[in-house]
């Protein structure tokens, strides 16, 4: 009976599991990121109190986002005892005593004190590269693992870790294949499929595509694959594996294979002795969108265009560590250096949280002169290219590299220009990750006023960025089409859903006619740019008279305080006005402003009557909110109601008791999910960058 099996069965094998206090800094939220840089890769330590065990390393397994195992497994032996210091793999080892948590944009770090001889330093590093194309297409993800004696002693130490088939696939019924080999000075474990199925999932897991699981090839290196109890086992027993490979191809469940490595470090004294693992996978065509021509097209991962085979990817990842780590530096060192000047501390506690899980919803695609970029909509309902959950995360984008955004709009444009979509507003999504097939029959979920206008805003967005006029020339038709419906439909919403479609249908919504008129007056400089002078002229004075009814239909002036409404017709109706954020991200909030001052002020003023303990509600329906559209609201409130909007969130994250990747929805008042809704990793965390993404 494996180790598994006997956790399953309720075999008691776990040593004492009593762990030291550890410190949590800047906070300790509710799920750690580990290894976080794809849809796919996307394992994270459950830490709130809802199912997690705290934030210690030893003693839970590391789960991917929609909680399957994703088996991690570490011991380290010191002068011949055994310590478990990664994951939950029995064989009665005691945990090692976590003493330290912190994290920033890129990193996740412990520190461990093992029975007061050794020190050991575990690093998690996931870069983030938004304009190095080539390693941002790299899957994969870094685990460096130091230790140094803390007693002026050496001690004899060995180190394990190993990954199990988990990985590979949702499905444990598959049967997976491995092999052990080297190359470039990097040893790996490859394992994968036996029965690849592209562009299909199980469990939101990829049924097709190859992992490596890597460290360097060194001659104190022994390794083993096989079941978990016959490899932890030998390591338990004997500081060493017997660098062997298991004839036997099975399920991932059957004897549970998993793929381990064992590095004998020797006397360690006070010298740190450090140990680099990788973890990744690699596939060769990875979307298919319905896009040019008829049919689908698959578009290859993008690594493919730089790389000449996967072991040429997975040698290079491995290798480029010391240059990873230093650009890794610099964008913790930038985020960390303008959110604390933007906001302070509680600032930096949301943002240095939300870079590895906003860009580990996106999937790199095409070449390098033609980069396509596919968002997966994590566990709301995996939606692929949803133009609402792009909006979102827009400030993110534009903060670490504008040009993301015509790779991300790219796709839609595709798909709608060639004829594939018959409504005149712009759709919601394209299919399901990772089938992008889109809706030629325009059944898409029907949210068209808000996507009109999304699409047209993001798209003045980039262009004011990146200066590139002629990409509103490329599109201008189809951006006018839009522009049409918002004339249409904007001053006055029909009955219907928006962005926020779990809250339910309504009409006369006042924050979404505020998006659709706003997309009137970034449709009217879209216009300028573009050479059409006579839309220009039409298009904002339609705005001009549209922002001036709306304020006369959207805002209760009789209230103490006044406030905008949350539909024209329910005075006593209020809400987050987050798309208000729109008309100062594209700079009409400076000289000649679209949207009156009084507006800005009016809102700022009325939030912080409305606050529970833990966020301002997303309005009157429910106690529930939205930390992306918070931050939207605190960038543009007074600093006093900004700051207390971060001190909220900030909060949040250090107490709630949820326990998987960071929420963007939670109840306001019990820190808790909403009953029936669990959001979880989605990339509308990028928002949090609302601030910074300011011109």
């Known amino acids: 009976m494996g180790f598994r099996s006997a956790l399953v069965a309720g075999v008691a094998l776990f040593g004492s599991l009593t762990h030291a206090a550890s410190s949590f800094s800047p906070a300790r939220p509710p799920a750690i990121p580990l290894a976080v840089k794809s849809p796919y890769l996307n394992s994270w330590l459950q830490v709130g109190s809802d199912g997690g065990n705290g934030g210690y390393l030893a003693g839970e397994w590391p789960k991917f986002w929609s ?16 310590y478990n210091w990664l994951g939950a793999p029995g064989g009665g080892a005691d945990a090692v005593d976590q003493t330290d948590f912190s ?23 996931s870069p983030v590269t938004p304009s190095d194309l080539r390693r941002q297409s790299l899957v994969f993800s870094y685990l460096e693992v130091a230790v140094s004696s803390t007693d002026g002693a050496s001690h004899d130490v060995q180190l394990y870790a190993d990954v199990s088939g988990e990985w590979a696939s949702g499905d444990l019924d598959a049967v997976i294949t491995w ?10 474990h490859q394992f994968q499929r036996q029965d690849q199925e592209e562009i299909t999932e199980t469990n939101q897991q990829p049924n097709w595509g190859t992992w490596f699981w890597s460290t360097k090839d060194v001659d104190n290196l022994s390794y083993q694959s096989g079941a978990d109890s016959d490899v932890r086992g030998a390591f338990l027993d004997n500081g060493v594996l017997p660098s062997t490979t298991d004839p036997n191809f099975r399920a991932v469940q059957s004897d549970w294979p998993v793929f381990g490595f064992a590095n004998d470090l020797g006397s360690v004294g006070s010298e740190s002795v450090s140990t680099l693992y990788t973890i990744g996978m690699t596939q060769g065509g990875a979307i298919s969108l319905l896009g040019e021509g008829s049919d689908l097209t698959t578009y290859p991962a993008l690594w493919n265009d730089y790389f000449d085979n996967d072991i040429d990817a997975m040698t290079f990842f491995y290798n480029d560590y010391d240059e990873s780590t230093s650009i890794a ?24 949280l939300s870079v590895r899980q906003a860009f580990a919803t996106l999937q790199f695609t095409g070449t390098d002169s033609d980069p396509l970029v596919f968002l997966k909509e994590i566990s709301s309902n995996s939606d692929i290219q949803t133009v609402d959950v792009i909006f979102p995360m827009i400030p993110i984008v534009l903060y670490t590299n504008a040009a993301l955004l015509d790779y991300l709009l790219k796709p839609l444009f595709l798909n709608q220009e060639n004829g594939h979509y018959p409504n005149t507003n712009a759709i919601h999504d394209l299919g399901t990750f990772p089938l992008a097939k889109g809706y030629p029959d325009g059944t898409d979920e029907p949210q068209p006023l808000e996507e009109c206008g999304n699409m047209i805003i993001m798209v003045l967005a980039y262009a004011q960025r990146t200066g590139d006029d002629a990409y509103l020339t ?10 049409g419906y918002l004339v249409d439909e904007a001053l006055i919403p029909a009955d ?7 809250a339910g249908s309504l009409a006369n919504q006042t924050n979404l006619a505020l998006k659709g008129i706003i997309g009137l007056r970034a449709m009217s400089e879209i216009a300028a740019r573009a050479g059409e002078d006579g839309d220009a002229t039409s298009f904002g004075d339609t705005a001009d008279s549209y922002i001036a009814q709306w304020q006369d239909l959207g805002i209760n002036r009789g209230a103490d305080p006044p406030h905008t409404t949350l539909s024209y017709n329910e005075p006593d109706s209020h809400g987050l006005l987050y798309n ?3 008309d100062a991200l594209l700079g009409y909030h400076t000289g000649d402003q679209f949207v009156p001052q009084s507006v800005y002020d009016m809102q700022s003023a009325f939030y912080p009557d409305q606050a529970l303990p833990y966020g301002v509600p997303l309005d009157t329906r429910h106690n529930y909110t939205k930390t992306d559209w918070m931050t939207w609201c605190a960038s543009i409130a007074s600093d006093d109601t900004r700051d207390l909007f971060l001190r909220l969130m900030a909060g949040w994250i250090d107490s709630t008791p949820t326990n998987l990747a960071l929420s963007d929805l939670y109840d306001a008042e019990t ?3 909403p009953d029936g809704l669990q959001f979880t990793a989605r990339p509308v965390v990028g928002g949090h960058f609302a601030l910074l993404a300011l011109p």
């Open 179 to 188: 092999e052990y080999n080297t190359a470039d000075g990097v040893a790996y």
């Open 474 to 483: 490329q599109h201008y038709p189809i951006l006018k089409q839009w522009a």
């Open 671 to 673: 820190a808790n999910y």
């Open 103 to 125: 994290y920033t944009s890129t990193r996740s770090t412990f520190i461990m004190n093992v029975a007061d001889k050794v020190e050991m330093n575990i690093t998690f590093l």
């Open 496 to 502: 219907q859903i928006s962005t926020d479609d779990f």
């Open 580 to 582: 208000l954020y729109a």
């Open 329 to 352: 530096t610099d964008l913790d060192n930038k985020v960390a250096s303008d959110s604390l000047a933007a906001a302070g501390q509680n600032y930096l506690t949301l943002t240095s």
């Open 67 to 82: 909680q399957q195992v994703t088996g991690w497994a570490g011991f380290i032996r010191v002068d011949g005892t055994a």
